[in-house]
């Protein structure tokens, strides 16, 4: 079996990431990745006549120029999988339906890229599929009309809340030796995330209902694999915000795992600065996906990162889940990227 | 590789489904499938508050009593993986919770359950996973209410609209050895489905929208692998019912690769008798779902059927894109599920 311990996945080959693409909106494009961003999208529509089908322009583009620079097609990716937090997904498959390939839709809410990858990665490490392209996006327009209120009502936000990220980033997987000269990262293993809800309701307080998730797949890492937090150069979390953020150091604290903090960011909080009023921090499928494939992999492509956990979280609530007194399940998912050797 | 052709899949260790479950709501009970399922639910709210609940009740029994059915518990199954047709796949998320596995949402709309037996199959044969748990659930109330109207509206249908199954469906693929003897069917190849849209834009009927995805995989599956319907036992469709049904008989016959009328169903078609007023057929994740899971298992089981190509189709239409005037993208995975020699 290629597993370690309770429920880590080991890849043998070491799939590879060979190309990235980040897309963001304006006000991300004002933040602090600005400089590492493929584009900055400015016009909210896209060019589009909704805010969905702009997000789904977000994770076409992602998609194909992800693709291009790798000096590909997207014939040339066996599969496309991917998802967003639209009813149905609507951005993911509106984006694939122009590509012409397999498509597999998935929903893990925030840890959607990291889902993606856990997938992709054991698909073409199984040789089931010699690349396939990982996608999330999310736009803070469509989020908030779907989840929250008319944008026209300028809503108050509780300090608690998060920003949910426009946006949309993309990265190709590919088990082919021949790809593997150029790896940006290569992936040895994985922990895929079990549902952990602690009872909280508020869905403005996210960070804190998802922070135990990640701790649970945290520590099921480390005591799987026999490693520690000090083993990375990086740990990285998808959206807990400030809250979750310092909630998950806690946790981990008490579970015996203390995060060191000079090695432990949450994307949440390194998409926007403090100044940006975002109250806690980014949030969305979109988060952890801009982040990633944007800083963190050009990061490791310098070889100043050589060793990252990221590991995307996400909150499994519905709109009715929420109106009907529902807490809020939690899951987290994470992958081991190294920088190859060179 | 473990591919053959443009798109389908082998798997070397031919992962077994050692294990089924099936539950169907009170209309589906009066089916012709009654004496198949393993329990009929005749309280639509399944003891909950709300139908999303219940439908989550539905998901988890049918989980839960698979795995028992296999002398099992959830920690014997590696991963969960499934969904719905709700909003953020809730009732999947609600059932994994409760299970305490790592959880893998999908959603492929109504093609769901055949999703999860790809990734499960390549997740076993691959060794990434010991035994995966595929589940996929539909209800019809809690379905209505979120995509057509309050269910006190009695609304009309038009003849072309299909009836969203209420059940769960839920199979235990194993990738080991030591499982194999207890397998009722072996999957050898799958072959995903791409997205084809070929402009339907009329949400009540989902099933010519979802024929030329069907069509496509079909069509694919042969070419890739050589085969023939006349190779299978039986060709499933999941839910195209009757208009969808016969738009494919006429795509394949186009295509040259006519099926027999005598080979070929359609879950829609196959869940409900045409005197239950169902219009069109049946439709919803679940439906492929209980019918694959109750009597196409059982008769592999018994070795009336040997060799069952399985597909299900999904309409990925979401009600904010059919409001904007979208079309309706289709999809369609198939899976082939041999009888094991005795």
Same mark, same amino acid.
């Given at each position: &079996?290629?597993?370690?311990?309770?429920? %880590?996945?080991?890849?043998?080959?070491?799939?590879?990431?060979?190309?990235?693409?980040?897309? !963001?909106?304006?006000?991300?494009?004002?933040?602090?990745?600005?400089?590492?961003?493929?584009?900055? $999208? #400015?016009?909210?529509?896209?060019?589009?006549?909704?805010?969905?089908?702009?997000?789904?322009?977000?994770?076409?583009?992602?998609?194909?120029? /992800?693709? #291009?620079?790798?000096?590909?097609?997207?014939?040339?990716?066996?599969?496309?999988?991917?998802?967003?937090?639209?009813?149905?997904?609507?951005?993911?498959?509106?984006?694939?339906?122009? &590509?012409?390939?397999?498509?597999?839709?998935?929903?893990?809410? /925030?840890?959607?890229?990291? #889902?993606?990858?856990?997938?992709?990665?054991?698909?073409?490490?199984?040789?089931? &599929?010699?690349?396939?392209? /990982?996608?999330?996006?999310?736009?803070?327009?469509?989020?908030?009309?779907?989840?929250?209120?008319?944008?026209?009502?300028?809503?108050?936000?509780? *300090?608690?809340? +998060?920003? %949910?990220?426009?946006?949309?980033?993309?990265?190709?997987?590919?088990?082919?030796?021949?790809?593997?000269?150029?790896?940006? !990262?290569?992936? *040895?293993?994985?922990?895929?995330?079990?549902?952990?809800?602690?009872?909280?309701?508020?869905?403005?307080?996210?960070?804190?209902?998802?922070?135990?998730?990640?701790?649970?797949?945290?520590?099921?890492?480390?005591?799987?694999?026999?490693?520690?937090?000090?083993?990375?150069?990086?740990?990285?979390?998808?959206?807990?915000?400030?809250?979750?953020?310092? $909630?998950?150091?806690?946790?981990?604290?008490?579970?015996?795992? *203390?995060?060191?903090?000079?090695?432990?960011?949450?994307?949440?909080?390194?998409?926007?600065? *403090?100044?940006?009023?975002?109250?806690?921090?980014?949030?969305? /499928?979109?988060?952890?996906?801009?982040?990633?494939?944007?800083?963190?992999?050009? +990061?490791?492509?310098?070889?100043?990162?050589?060793? $990252?956990?990221?590991? !995307?979280?996400?909150?499994?609530?519905? %709109?009715?889940?929420? +109106?009907?007194?529902?807490?809020?399940?939690?899951?987290?998912?994470?992958?081991?990227?190294?920088?190859?050797?060179?």
């Amino acid at each position: &079996m290629n597993r370690i311990g309770q429920s %880590t996945i080991l890849l043998p080959r070491r799939p590879a990431v060979i190309s990235c693409a980040a897309l !963001a909106g304006k006000k991300e494009g004002e933040g602090p990745l600005a400089d590492d961003f493929d584009r900055i $999208v #400015e016009d909210d529509l896209f060019g589009e006549e909704s805010w969905e089908k702009a997000e789904a322009r977000f994770q076409y583009t992602a998609a194909t120029l /992800c693709l #291009e620079k790798a000096g590909m097609a997207p014939k040339d990716a066996d599969a496309a999988l991917g998802g967003d937090l639209l009813n149905q997904i609507i951005a993911a498959s509106l984006s694939a339906r122009e &590509m012409h390939i397999p498509f597999l839709g998935l929903y893990g809410a /925030c840890s959607t890229m990291a #889902e993606s990858i856990l997938l992709a990665s054991m698909l073409t490490d199984g040789g089931y &599929m010699r690349r396939a392209l /990982c996608t999330a996006s999310s736009h803070f327009c469509s989020a908030e009309r779907q989840y929250r209120f008319p944008l026209e009502y300028g809503c108050q936000r509780p *300090p608690t809340a +998060q920003w %949910t990220v426009t946006g949309a980033g993309s990265l190709l997987i590919s088990g082919l030796t021949e790809d593997f000269p150029r790896a940006i !990262a290569r992936i *040895p293993a994985l922990t895929p995330g079990r549902i952990v809800d602690l009872g909280v309701t508020d869905a403005n307080n996210m960070g804190a209902a998802m922070a135990p998730a990640a701790a649970d797949t945290l520590c099921r890492h480390f005591e799987d694999t026999g490693t520690s937090p000090s083993d990375f150069d990086l740990i990285i979390s998808g959206d807990l915000g400030r809250v979750g953020h310092d $909630v998950l150091l806690e946790l981990m604290q008490q579970k015996g795992h *203390p995060l060191d903090e000079s090695t432990y960011i949450d994307c949440g909080l390194e998409v926007f600065t *403090p100044e940006q009023d975002v109250h806690a921090g980014g949030s969305g /499928c979109g988060c952890s996906a801009v982040v990633l494939c944007s800083r963190i992999l050009h +990061q490791m492509e310098n070889h100043q990162l050589r060793r $990252v956990l990221f590991m !995307a979280t996400g909150a499994l609530l519905s %709109t009715t889940s929420s +109106q009907q007194g529902g807490t809020i399940p939690g899951i987290a998912h994470a992958a081991v990227l190294e920088a190859p050797d060179r």
